[in-house]
Structure formats: structure tokens, C-alpha cells
């Protein structure tokens, strides 16, 4: 996965995991402009100081609220933008899917900006309709999807995205996301 901002601190640094390497690399190029995102989330009240209790059952001092950011058009863009930055080469993958909900925004801000088609995952499969869990256009077998999300602690929304993106036929070997906690 990439990762477009350096790690968050958490209650446990046991628990959380070492920034990718290409963030790392990707942060000096990014400098004052991820500088200025921080602060604008900050801004906009995304991030929260507490005792918060995490959907990984993790306890931290800090949240990120980034649902916040669907209100702020221009944060919206400069978050797709920071995630189009640190994306594998375009010709790596031909669909976006964001991880349900609050990274939806963010692909639908990226595949606006970019061209690349995108596809939906539900969180839970509809019993009317045409019932599909993922809904878009795609061919199985042919394309190949970036998943976009919004923040990272275990991974486990991710991989919640990823099954039936794989189990429709789609190649999965990439991520982005926003916030690595």
C-alpha cells in the first residue's frame, strides 16, 4: 500500500505499523503542500484530541474524523490530489474503488480528476434490484483496481473491499490511503 501522509501517533506504537517506504519518499516532494493539508484538517475539526476507542478495539488519544471533509470542496480535491500523488503509475490500473464510506469522496474526487472509471463496493449486498455488491462497470478478468482509502490502523476494512473485488473477477495489488495510523 501507499500511503499519502506519515503515520498518525496511536496509543500503542506496538500497534501500529512503520510507514511505507514510498510514503517516506514521497513526503519531502510533497512538503509544504502535505503541510498545509494537516493543518486544514485540523481546521475543519477532522482531527479530534481524547481517549477514543477505535474500530480495531485499539484505544487512542487521537481521531481523524476525515468524514468531515465531504463539506469542504476544496480539501476534497487536495486530498484527491495528495492520494493521486503517491498512486502506482496510471497505466497500472484501469478502475478506483473507494473503501465504504468515508473513502468514496475521495475516489469519486480522483476518477473525476483523472479520467479512471470507478466502481462502488456496498457494504452489504441489496436483496432487490440487480442485488450486485459491486456496482459499476467492469470487465472480469481485464481490469485492474486501485482501492482508495481514507485511513489505516489493522487493515481489516481494506481486505473487506479487496474479497469481492477479487471474487467479480477484478486484479487488486495496490492501495492508497490517506492516513497509515
Known amino acids: 500500500r501507499t500511503c499519502a501522509m506519515p503515520q498518525a501517533p496511536t496509543a500503542s506504537a506496538a500497534a501500529s505499523t ?4 514510498a510514503a517516506a519518499a514521497a513526503a519531502p ?19 479530534k484530541f481524547g481517549k477514543f476507542v477505535l474500530k480495531s478495539g ?3 488519544p487521537i481521531y481523524i474524523d476525515l ?4 463539506s469542504y470542496p476544496g480539501l476534497l480535491g487536495s486530498i484527491a490530489a495528495h ?3 503517491v498512486a502506482p503509475p496510471r497505466e497500472e490500473y484501469t478502475r478506483l474503488c473507494g473503501v465504504p464510506y468515508t473513502a468514496l469522496p475521495f475516489a469519486t474526487a480522483m476518477c473525476v480528476a483523472s479520467g479512471v472509471p470507478m466502481v462502488m463496493r456496498r457494504k452489504e449486498k441489496k436483496e432487490y434490484g440487480t442485488k450486485k455488491l459491486i456496482e459499476g462497470v467492469f470487465e472480469p478478468g481485464v481490469d485492474r483496481c ?3 482509502e481514507d485511513l489505516v490502523t489493522t487493515g481489516g476494512s481494506v481486505m ?14 495496490d492501495v492508497v490511503v490517506l492516513l497509515d495510523r
Open 18 to 21: 512503520p510507514a511505507p517506504a
Open 160 to 173: 473487506e473491499t479487496v474479497g469481492p473485488l477479487r471474487e467479480v473477477g477484478m486484479e487488486v495489488t
Open 146 to 148: 486501485l482501492v482508495v
Open 29 to 47: 516532494a510533497l512538503g509544504q503542500d502535505l503541510r498545509a493539508l494537516v493543518l486544514e484538517l485540523h481546521d475543519v475539526g477532522a482531527v
Open 58 to 60: 485499539l484505544e487512542s
Open 67 to 70: 468524514r468531515v471533509t465531504v
Open 83 to 85: 492520494l493521486s500523488a
